[in-house]
C-alpha cells in the first residue's frame, strides 16, 4: 500500500451535553462514506496518543476520531461530576450514537480501554470491532487481582490519588513531575519524543482537567453506590465483537500474566487474540508503532470482512 500525506483537523463532537474536542484525520479521497476508527486515550496522556496510528488506519481508508476524555477540558465536564465507569461509558456512548449509522471501530489505551470495555459491552450493535491496549479486561480486573494480589502492588498511585488536596498539589508538584514518574515507570528504558510529555501536561494544566483526572480514580473507591456497581455489572457482560487485546512485555502497570489470567475465550463470542509485544511498555502503541499499527490495521480490516 502506497502510504500518502493524510489531513488532520480538529473538529468538535457531541456526547450528549459534553463537547470533546477531537482530532480527525481523514483517508485519500471522499470520506463520506470511511469506516471509523474511534481513539480513545488513558491517564496521564491526552489525544495526541494515536499521532503514530491515525494516519496508518487513514490511508488504510478509515476516518479516524481521537476525541480528549470527557472531563480533559472545560467543555467536556459533565455538570453532575460523576465520573464513574457506568457514567463515563454513557458519555462515550453517547457519541457513538451521534457518529451515523456507518461501522464504528472501537480502540482504547490505559483508561480508553478501561471504559471502552465497557461501551464494546453496551454497543455491540453498533461496533465493527474492540481494541484493547495495555489493559486486561475490566470485568475481570477485580478476580484477577483477588487470585494473584501481587499483580495490583504496581497501582499504589489510585491509593495516593484518594487523598483529596495532597494529591492535587503533589500531581502537579515540580513541573508535573509525578507525569514524568509513571510514564518512565510504566515504560522502562524508552524515551518518548520531545514534546509529547510537555503536551500532556498543557492538557492537564486546562481548568477542571486536574481535578477530573483524578476523579477518575477517586470514582473506584466508591464500590458500594449504585453506579460503581452498576459500572462492574455492565463491564462483566461478554462482548460479541471481534476483540484484539494488547501487551507489553515490559508494562510497569499491568504485567503479562494479568493477561493471560483475564482473557477468558467464553467472554468473547465474536473471538478474541492477545499479542504480546516484546520490549516494550505501558505506551507500546508509541514505543513499537509500526509493529502495533499493523496488528490493529490487520484486526480491523479482518473485522470488516466479516
Request: hydrophobic share 45%.
Amino acid at each position: 500500500m502506497e502510504f500518502v500525506a493524510v489531513e488532520t483537523r480538529v473538529i468538535t463532537l457531541s456526547a450528549g451535553a459534553l463537547r470533546l474536542t477531537t482530532f480527525e484525520t481523514l483517508p485519500p479521497g471522499d470520506p463520506a462514506d470511511a469506516p471509523i476508527a474511534l481513539c480513545l486515550h488513558g491517564f496521564p496522556d491526552n489525544n495526541h496518543s494515536f499521532d503514530e496510528l491515525a494516519p496508518v488506519l487513514a490511508n488504510a481508508g478509515f476516518r479516524v476520531l481521537a476525541p480528549l476524555m470527557p472531563g480533559y477540558e472545560p467543555s467536556s465536564q459533565p455538570a453532575d461530576g460523576d465520573y464513574t465507569i457506568a457514567a463515563l461509558a454513557d458519555h462515550l456512548g453517547a457519541l457513538i450514537d451521534s457518529l451515523g449509522p456507518g461501522p464504528i471501530h472501537l480502540i482504547g489505551h490505559d483508561w480508553g480501554a478501561v471504559i471502552g470495555h465497557v461501551v464494546a459491552a453496551d454497543r455491540g450493535e453498533r461496533l465493527a470491532s474492540w481494541t484493547a491496549i495495555a489493559i486486561p479486561p475490566t470485568g475481570r480486573l477485580i478476580a484477577t487481582a483477588a487470585s494473584a494480589p501481587w499483580l495490583m502492588l504496581p497501582f499504589w498511585y489510585i491509593g495516593l490519588f484518594q487523598a483529596r488536596g495532597i494529591a492535587d498539589w503533589l500531581l502537579e508538584k515540580r513541573d508535573w513531575r509525578l507525569v514524568d514518574v509513571l510514564w518512565r515507570r510504566w515504560s522502562p528504558g524508552w524515551t518518548p519524543a520531545d514534546g509529547v510529555l510537555d503536551g500532556v501536561k498543557a492538557t492537564l494544566s486546562a481548568p477542571g482537567v486536574k481535578q477530573a483526572a483524578l476523579a477518575y480514580y477517586r470514582a473506584l473507591a466508591s464500590p458500594f453506590t449504585g453506579r460503581f456497581k452498576e459500572g462492574v455489572r455492565r463491564a462483566s457482560r461478554r462482548i460479541k465483537l471481534p476483540s484484539l487485546v494488547l501487551a507489553g512485555t515490559r508494562d510497569g502497570c499491568f504485567a503479562v500474566d494479568a493477561f493471560r489470567r483475564a482473557i477468558r475465550p467464553e467472554d468473547y463470542p465474536g473471538g478474541v487474540a492477545l499479542e504480546i509485544i516484546e520490549d516494550t511498555g505501558h505506551f507500546l502503541h508509541r514505543e513499537k508503532p509500526a509493529e502495533v499499527n499493523a496488528l490493529i490495521l490487520d484486526h480491523l480490516k479482518r473485522a470488516a470482512r466479516r
